[in-house]
Structures are given as C-alpha cells and as structure tokens.
C-alpha cells in the first residue's frame, strides 16, 4: 500500500484518487472545499467510496510516497504550498495536466522527480468529490524510468496506466487535439461539432497540421501530411461533446490555453518553425481570457 496525495480534486482528480483508494492505497484528496465521499456516476467506472480530505497544507503532517498533481496547468503555482508540504527526494510526482511542460512543477517539489502523463478521461464535476464520468480512464508514461513502478501502483485499480517507449507521440498527438479542440470550442462557444463547419474546419486542419511539424521535429512519430485525415477520423467519431476549456469559458473561469498553445508556440520560437494558425488561435484565447 502506498501513501499518495491527489492535489486538485477536480474532474480528473477524483477519478483517479477515488480508484486508487479503491485498489486499497492511502489516499489523501488536497482541496479547498471538504467532501467525505469519492463518487463517481459512470456506466463503466462506478464508484462510490469514503474518501480522506485535507483543506490546509499546514494540515499535512509528513511527505507521501506519491502525489498527483491534477491542478490545470496554470493553477500549478498556486498549488505551491501543498506540494511543498507533501514532497521530498524520496516522492515521486505524476504530472496529471495538458500540455508538454510538465516541468512546470519541479521548481515547487523540493527536489522529487516528476514523470509527465498524457490523461484520457472526460469528466465533468458535478459537486466536490462527485464526477459524471463520460469516457476513458486511463494515463499514459514515459517507460523510464519509472514506468514499471507507476504499473504495479496501479495494477489493482480500474484507471489504466501505461508505460510507453513513444511518449513524444502520445504527448504531442494528444497536444495536436487540445491546440485544436479547445481553442474552436473556446472562440466559437460551441461543442466539438463546430469542427465540422465548412468555415471552421480547414481551420481545424491546419493547427494540427502545424502541431505535427512541431511533434516531427521533436522526434514524435506524427506526419503532418495526415492531420486532415485525423481531423476526419475524430469527426467520424460522431462526438460533440464539451472541452475543458469550453466549459471553463461558459463559467468565466480562465482558461490553461497558454500551457496548450503557448506551449507550442514556445517550442516553435525555439526550433524556428512558423505555426501561424495556431499563434492567432493563441492570440485571440489570450485576447479574451486571463491566464492566471
């Protein structure tokens, strides 16, 4: 059994903190506002289970052997008292956020090492420690150097965890769709079947065809000649759901677009690579939302 902190009981939060207490693991939810249950309405992953909760980092009375950051991108500084009191050299921390700079958090971790991850897992908060589960469940890491001991964390609980020794295109591939996903549905107010628009669409095409040149260029397995047929192929899914940033804009609430598309347009400033499309994406998100 292993102590764990999940530090952002949100959405993807309690998913994973309500199955890991589940597999048996001592679990500790970090949030602002208490809950006692972790539940979980999902026609897959139903759970609904006693759940420990801290409000105050200054209520943590050692470091844990594992933490969860599952704060959105730009809340991660904000979340700098709680991993300061929950890590040491000897925790290991999952980096559970969009994006490809994960290291984001190594400045607030008192030396632990942290392994990024790529999330698959729509769902929605309903109230605190209660999610409506939608789809997936599953995180995907780096093979090393700590793949194999994420595997037997997980290996009694229903979230997925899986070790890849192709991280950079898990991580740039999932990119590519946030960049584009979450900014039209953000701009647009409108749900994923805005994509499918004769106006938006070739729009659609071209961010992730600019990500791709990024994601190649950094080793990822990803040809920018096939971003149209992605586009087609996610399309074909028949999906229209929300993102996250949709949701966030509909609330008001600022959105972790500078983690997605300043994130690669960072790296494209530094490999000197022109993603025109996604820097206007970028500057009409940022025009219209604060991002912290």
């Given at each position: 059994?292993?102590?764990?902190?999940?530090?952002?009981?949100?959405?993807?939060?309690?998913?994973?903190?309500?199955?890991?207490?589940?597999?048996?693991?001592?679990?500790?939810?970090?949030?602002?506002?208490?809950?006692?249950?972790?539940?979980?309405?999902?026609?897959?992953?139903?759970?609904?289970?006693?759940?420990?909760?801290?409000?105050?980092?200054?209520?943590?009375?050692?470091?844990?052997?594992?933490?969860?950051?599952?704060?959105?991108?730009?809340?991660?500084?904000?979340?700098?008292?709680?991993?300061?009191?929950?890590c040491d050299q000897n925790t290991r921390v999952l980096v559970v956020q969009n994006g490809i700079?994960?290291?984001?958090?190594?400045?607030?971790?008192?030396?632990?090492?942290?392994?990024?991850?790529?999330?698959?897992?729509?769902?929605?908060?309903?109230?605190?420690?209660?999610?409506?589960?939608?789809?997936?469940?599953?995180?995907?890491?780096?093979?090393?150097?700590?793949?194999?001991?994420?595997?037997?964390?997980?290996?009694?609980?229903?979230?997925?965890?899986?070790?890849?020794?192709?991280?950079?295109?898990?991580?740039?591939?999932?990119?590519?769709?946030?960049?584009?996903?979450?900014?039209?549905?953000?701009?647009?107010?409108?749900?994923?079947?805005?994509?499918?628009?004769?106006?938006?669409?070739?729009?659609?095409?071209?961010?992730?065809?600019?990500?791709?040149?990024?994601?190649?260029?950094?080793?990822?397995?990803?040809?920018?000649?096939?971003?149209?047929?992605?586009?087609?192929?996610?399309?074909?899914?028949?999906?229209?759901?929300?993102?996250?940033?949709?949701?966030?804009?509909?609330?008001?609430?600022?959105?972790?677009?500078?983690?997605?598309?300043?994130?690669?347009?960072?790296?494209?400033?530094?490999?000197?690579?022109?993603?025109?499309?996604?820097?206007?994406?970028?500057?009409?998100?940022?025009?219209?939302?604060?991002?912290?």
């Amino acid at each position: 059994m292993a102590r764990i902190a999940v530090v952002g009981p949100g959405s993807v939060g309690v998913f994973f903190a309500g199955h890991l207490a589940a597999a048996g693991h001592d679990v500790i939810a970090c949030a602002r506002r208490p809950f006692d249950r972790y539940v979980i309405e999902s026609a897959e992953f139903p759970l609904d289970i006693e759940a420990t909760v801290v409000t105050d980092p200054e209520d943590i009375e050692s470091t844990v052997d594992w933490v969860l950051v599952c704060v959105k991108a730009h809340q991660t500084e904000g979340a700098a008292g709680w991993l300061a009191a929950l890590c040491d050299q000897n925790t290991r921390v999952l980096v559970v956020q969009n994006g490809i700079e994960h290291h984001r958090v190594d400045p607030f971790v008192n030396g632990a090492p942290s392994i990024p991850a790529v999330v698959y897992c729509g769902a929605e908060l309903v109230a605190p420690g209660r999610i409506e589960h939608l789809t997936s469940g599953r995180l995907i890491v780096p093979a090393e150097p700590f793949g194999q001991e994420l595997v037997e964390l997980f290996a009694e609980s229903q979230a997925e965890l899986r070790p890849s020794g192709n991280f950079a295109t898990h991580q740039w591939r999932k990119l590519s769709m946030n960049i584009m996903a979450n900014g039209l549905t953000a701009l647009t107010r409108r749900k994923m079947g805005v994509v499918t628009e004769p106006g938006v669409k070739p729009i659609a095409i071209a961010l992730v065809r600019e990500c791709w040149q990024l994601a190649q260029a950094e080793g990822a397995d990803l040809d920018p000649g096939n971003a149209e047929e992605a586009v087609e192929t996610l399309m074909a899914s028949g999906g229209d759901g929300g993102t996250s940033m949709f949701y966030d804009t509909l609330a008001g609430r600022p959105t972790e677009h500078d983690a997605i598309h300043g994130a690669a347009l960072r790296c494209a400033d530094r490999l000197g690579i022109d993603t025109p499309t996604i820097r206007i994406i970028h500057g009409l998100l940022d025009a219209r939302a604060p991002t912290n």
